[in-house]
């Protein structure tokens, strides 16, 4: 009783399952975006931008920068002398604008020196000076200016906590306290418009940079080069350019991270602020998608990841959850290089990464219980089996016993001197019981060889002698529908096998043969040798086996649909026990038959 309560108990369905796994799929996904992960997300987005390569960069953008050499060893600010030579040689270069980033103001020079500079500005063309100090926000422009050059701020963004966290410059400001930056005003005046894809965020509006390259895809050329010894005239004629620091030994102040290179000193400032007035200039600022679209990926992900884990072998759920995170992380560098769109993929990619391995416990643990469940069914049904082997073995030995004895008494009175139609029921008697006693066998072998492995007691033999003892005690049950035994057998060297057993074989299948055969037809009995084994068959002219159930013949209990066989008495054992015996001595059974015309069953014993 307690097996079969352990087995009743049901294992859990997968509605359940799938139900449960849904639910944990939802309550990770919320857990994921409660958290904004700013420095994944920013790592992610700089790595489309490393695998996108170089981006066409503005061929009107021109650097010039006060290095080492150019400020004679290093001094703080850009020298005023060299600042102002430098004017002098673009004003007549004829550039279409001229933006310098510097903090020029009465803080870092003398009244004498803003005078230099100023005098050295050509009112043909346009210079926007960005100062980089944010304490000089709110400071009026030096009055020496005048109007003669727009003042505006020209400060640095580095991502901090509330974006990257890793102070890589990812964002460009475009206006704070509603004063446009100098990268605005640059980008207004060239564009004739102002850029619209901006992101407020406080007092202050600013753009994500659309980078369009590495270190360098803006050369940097030295102020050196224009007042040096060795100076050379370029074509500046329509071109905008940009001057301001790159000094090594201010690596923070003029040198920034980007998406492209986190090495402090190898992107300066001044390359940064070309990417940035381009960005403005062709108005192609990435667009970050809202946090809802990021929230239902997440929860599109999380669903997925946890029914790959519920229902998918371990080595297929891993490619799986590979898989998925590699269309993510595609589907975000598609979405940057084709649509300018800046994909927060941290949550679902980590959602896929860890979501997965969070369901495994949850998983094992239904799978536990579904074993057990079949373990408690295959320990009731191993029970149930043990059971009925033990009843068929009782019962066909209780049988054996007095089917031995009537068929035993019939024998014997048949020798006596009756009337024929006693001699005749005598003779049915023995017929009948003949054909039990060959059924319990037949179940008494089965129950030996399901209990335990059916030991093989072999002897030296001509084969053909079992075949000749076979056909002489199965030739009265041929002789009753006047069928014709033939034999065609070929001198054999003898060989081992198990008698009894080899008995059983052959008196099955030539039994088989007599029975599924219609009256006045002919059975062949032959057996020849081959390679390395001897053959038997027997070939009858019955009605033969369909082709769709020729290779169901040899299964356990199994009877053939036919009208001849149904009406024909059997147990279904008979060629499954036949197929067993051979397969014991190494052996092969081989069938060919074609309804209507025959069966042949050819037995290959090895030599």
Excluded: C
Excluded at 278 to 303: G, H, Y
Aim: proline share 5%; no cysteine.
């Amino acid at each position: 009783m307690r097996a079969v309560k352990g087995a009743a108990i049901e294992a859990p369905s997968n509605r359940y399952a799938r139900l449960s796994a849904n639910g944990i799929a939802l309550i990770l996904a919320a857990f994921f975006l409660t958290f904004d992960f700013h420095a994944l997300n920013g790592f992610l987005v700089d790595s489309y931008f490393r695998t996108q390569g170089t981006r066409a960069p503005d061929p009107e953008i021109f650097l010039i920068a006060f290095d080492a050499a150019a400020t004679q060893g290093g001094e703080t600010d850009l020298p005023a002398q060299q600042l102002a030579g430098l004017l002098h040689k673009l004003n007549a270069a004829k550039p279409r604008a001229i933006g310098i980033l510097a903090d020029l103001d009465q803080q870092h020079y003398s009244q004498a020196e803003l005078e230099e500079v100023v005098s050295a500005l050509d009112s043909s063309v346009p210079v926007f000076v960005g100062f980089t100090d944010d304490a000089l926000l709110g400071r009026k422009v030096p009055e020496v200016f005048g109007d003669r050059l727009a003042f505006s701020p020209g400060l640095v963004s580095r991502d901090s906590f509330n974006f990257g966290a890793d102070s890589v410059s990812r964002r460009v400001l475009v206006e704070i306290a509603r004063t446009p930056t100098f990268y605005a005003r640059l980008a207004t005046f060239l564009r004739g418009k102002t850029p619209s894809h901006t992101v407020g965020l406080g007092e202050s509006r600013h753009a994500y940079i659309n980078w369009q390259g590495p270190p360098g895809t803006y050369p940097l050329h030295s102020a050196w080069s224009f007042s040096g010894p060795h100076s050379k005239d370029w074509d500046l004629q329509g071109k905008v350019v940009l001057v301001g620091h790159a000094r090594r030994n201010r690596p923070l102040q003029d040198f920034i991270l980007t998406p492209y290179s986190r090495r402090l000193g190898e992107t300066p400032v001044l390359e940064g602020a070309a990417h940035s007035i381009v960005t403005l200039l062709r108005d192609d600022s990435l667009q970050r998608l809202p946090k809802w679209i990021i929230a239902l990926l997440t929860v599109a992900t999380a669903l997925l990841t946890v029914n790959v884990a519920i229902t998918l072998s371990p080595a297929r759920g891993i490619l799986a959850v590979v898989s998925l995170l590699v269309g993510l992380w595609v589907s975000g560098w598609v979405g940057l290089r084709s649509f300018g769109w800046w994909l927060d993929l941290a949550q679902p990619m980590l959602m896929a990464l860890t979501g997965y391995y969070l369901v495994v416990p949850f998983r094992l643990g239904l799978e536990y219980r579904k074993r057990w469940h079949y373990q408690q069914k295959t320990e009731l049904l191993a029970q149930i089996e043990q059971l009925k082997t033990n009843f068929l073995s009782l019962v066909s030995h209780d049988l054996k016993t007095p089917i031995a004895r009537i068929q035993g008494n019939a024998e014997l009175l048949l020798r006596e001197e009756l009337a024929e139609k006693q001699k005749r029921n005598l003779q049915a008697i023995v017929t009948t019981t003949g054909q039990m006693s060959d059924y319990v066998e037949a179940v008494l072998d089965l129950t030996r060889i399901e209990s335990a492995p059916v030991p093989l007691v072999k002897t030296s033999r001509d084969i053909n002698e079992t075949l000749r003892e076979v056909l002489d005690e199965k030739r009265f049950l041929a002789q009753e529908k006047n069928i014709t035994l033939k034999t065609d057998l070929e001198p054999l060297f003898s060989i081992k096998y198990d008698v009894r057993l080899m008995r059983r074989v052959l008196g099955n299948l030539v039994e088989n043969a007599i029975k599924y055969s219609p009256p006045d037809t002919t059975i062949t009995v032959a057996s020849r040798e081959e390679k390395d084994s001897v053959a038997l068959s027997i070939q009858d002219e019955g009605y033969g086996i369909p082709e769709a159930e020729q290779a169901k013949v040899f299964d356990k209990f199994y009877r053939l649909s036919t009208p001849e066989a149904q009406a024909t008495k059997g147990t279904g054992l008979g060629l499954y026990l036949v197929k067993y015996f051979v397969e014991l001595h190494k052996g092969l059974v081989r069938l060919q038959s074609v309804e209507g015309k025959g069966s042949t069953f050819t037995v290959s014993l090895p030599v």
